[in-house]
C-alpha cells in the first residue's frame, strides 16, 4: 500500500472515531507494548546488556547524521524497490530474527510469518523461534525467507538446522557470530528469568530429528545439578513440560524427555571456539548464500569477503551482547569501506522510523532488518499488530524519501547527509 493511502486511512478512520490501537511513534509503541507485556517478556524484549549503553548508543548514533532535503525535484510516488541477493524487494525492509516470540503472543512466529506475507517483507526465522521454520514455512508460500542459524556444539545438528532451512523454502543462512555465549542481560538477571529454562524458545530444536537423537543419549546419563525443589520450581516444571510440543504431559514429565531438552539445549546452543576457518564448514552444507550477522570492524568485513561469504549485517544485537560496544550504524561506514562492493551490507539495531533507513542506505546498506518495534506490535495486536507496524514504517519511509527530494532509494549516498 502507497504511503499516501495509508495515510489517508489513518485519518479517515480517525475521523469515523477510531483512534490507532498501534501508535505511530517508536516510543510510545515501545511503553504500550510495556503497559500489556509481563514484567519478564519486558526485561527480555527490552533488556540490553550492562548499562545498556549500547542500547542508547544504536539510537543515537543515528542523531550523528541529518538528513539535508532538496525541493522542487518532482518526488511523486518514489521507488522503494530494491534487489537483494538476486531478489527484487518491494521494499529494503526485512524483519529481523527474534527469538521467543512466545512471550509477546501465543502466536508467536506464526503471526509474524503471516505479517510478512501480507505486507510483502522478508522475514528472518530465529533459531530460537517459539514455531519451528516448517511450520512459519507453510503459511508463507512465496514469500521470501531466510533462517538465522546458532552454531551449536553439534555440526550434526548444524547440518540438520541448514538442510530443514533449504528444504522449507529459506533463501539464505544467516549466521549470527555475536552470540557464542548469552550477553550480560542485567534485566533478566533481575529478575532470575531465563525463557529458555522454562521451555521457551526450542521449536527449532524440538522439532529437529538429529536434536531428537542426541536427546536420547543424554537421558541414557546420569542427571546433572538440579535446582532445589520448593512450589515455584514444580509450578515452572509442570509449565515447561507442558510446552514439550508431542507426547503426553505425564510421558514427558516421567520419562524426564522435556526438561532434558532443556539441559541438553543448554549445554549444546552456543560453540565459544568458532573461528573463521569453521566456516568452510557451513560452505560445505549448503549452496544458499550466507549472511554473517554481527559484523562490526572492518576487518571482519573484510574477512567475510576473504572466506566466501554473501553479505554482511551490522548489527550489535541490539545492545544485548557488548554493552560500551559501537553503535551499528557508527559501524557502517566503516564496513561499508572495507567491503568495498563487493558484497552487499545490511543494518539494524536502532532501526525506529523511515529517517533511520534513508540514512543507514545513504551510508551504503542495501536493506536494513525491523526488529523489536515488531514484536510491540505483535504483543500489541497479534499478526495485524506487526502488519501495522510494517507499514507505518513503509510509509515513514517513503514519505521522509519523497520529502527530502529523492524519487528512488539508489539516488541515496553520504552527500544526502550532513554529520553532526
Ligand atoms: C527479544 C530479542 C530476541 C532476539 N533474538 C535473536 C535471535 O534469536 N537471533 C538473532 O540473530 N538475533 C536476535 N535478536 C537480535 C535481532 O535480530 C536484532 O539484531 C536486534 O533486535 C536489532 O536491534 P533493535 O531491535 O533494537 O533494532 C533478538 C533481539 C531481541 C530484542
Redesign the pocket.
Known sequence: MRALHWQRKIYLDGFAGKIPAIPANSIQLEQAAVRKMTPEATA????GAGNEQT?VD?RQGFEHWQIVPRMLRNVENPDLRIELLGQQLPSPLLL??????E?AHPLADLAVARAAVTTGVPY?F????SVSMEACSAVMGEQMRLF?L?WSRSRDLVTSFVNRAEACGCRAI?L?L??TMLGWRTQDLALGHLPFLHGK?LAQYTSDPVFQQLLDDFLQQPPTARPSVTATTLRHLIGAVRRYPTGSFLKNLRSGRAMGAISLFSGIYSNPALTWVDLAFLREQTSLPILL??ILHPDDARKAVDYGMNGV?V??????QVDGSIS?IEALPGVVAAVNGQLPILL?????GGADVIKALALGAKAV?????Y?YGLALGGQEGVETVIRNLLADLELTLGLSGYKSLAELNPDCLRPV
Open positions: 527480555y524484549i527490552l533488556g542500547v544504536n529481523a530474527p527474534i527469538g521467543v516470540l512471550m528472518i530465529s533459531n530460537q523461534a538465522q546458532y544467516v549470527t555475536d552470540t524458545g550477522k554481527g549485517i548489527s550489535t544485537h541490539g545492545g544485548r551499528a539494524d539495531s536502532g532501526i525506529r532488518c525491523l526488529g523489536r518495534p514484536v
